[in-house]
C-alpha cells in the first residue's frame, strides 16, 4: 500500500522557521514527482510547491516563493520542506503528494495524512 506520512507542523510564531518530512513508502519513490499542498479554512486547496523525481526541477507557487524550498532524499524515499519567514497566512494543514509522472506536471494520484502548521501573530 502507498502510505505517505508527513510531519514537523507545530505552532510558531510569525518571521519563524519549520521543516517538514514527507516520508514514503508503497511505490518506486524515485519515479515519481512529489508536491506540498495545503488548504486553509474557508480556503481552495492550494499546491504551494513540488519537485521532479530526480530532484532536478521545482516549483513553487507565489505565495510562498523565496521563503520555502522544497528537497528530497531518493535514497531515504523522503521529501521535504522548508519554510521559512513564516505568516499567519501560512496556517494550514500540509499534505504531501504524489504526482502521476515523473515531473511536476498532472495531477496527483496519492496523498499522505496532513501535519498540521500554526503560525502566531
Known amino acids: 500500500d502507498v502510505q505517505l506520512q508527513a510531519s514537523g507542523g507545530g505552532l510558531v510564531q510569525a518571521g519563524g522557521s519549520l521543516r517538514l518530512s514527507c516520508a514514503a513508502s508503497?511505490?518506486?519513490?524515485?519515479?515519481?514527482?512529489i508536491g506540498w499542498l495545503r488548504q486553509a479554512p474557508g480556503k481552495e486547496r492550494e499546491e504551494i510547491s513540488c519537485?521532479?523525481?530526480?530532484?532536478?526541477?521545482?516549483s513553487y507557487a507565489d505565495s510562498v516563493k523565496g521563503r520555502f524550498t522544497i528537497s528530497r532524499d531518493n535514497a531515504k524515499n523522503t521529501v521535504y520542506l522548508q519554510m521559512n519567514s513564516l505568516k499567519p497566512e501560512d496556517t494550514a494543514p500540509y499534505y504531501c503528494?504524489?504526482?502521476?509522472?515523473?515531473?511536476?506536471?498532472?495531477?496527483?494520484?496519492?496523498w499522505g495524512q496532513g501535519t498540521l502548521v500554526t503560525v502566531s501573530s
Open positions: 519537485i521532479s523525481s530526480s530532484g532536478g526541477s521545482t
Open positions: 503528494a504524489v504526482k502521476g509522472t515523473y515531473y511536476c506536471s498532472g495531477y496527483f494520484i496519492y
Open positions: 508503497g511505490f518506486t519513490f524515485n519515479n515519481y514527482g
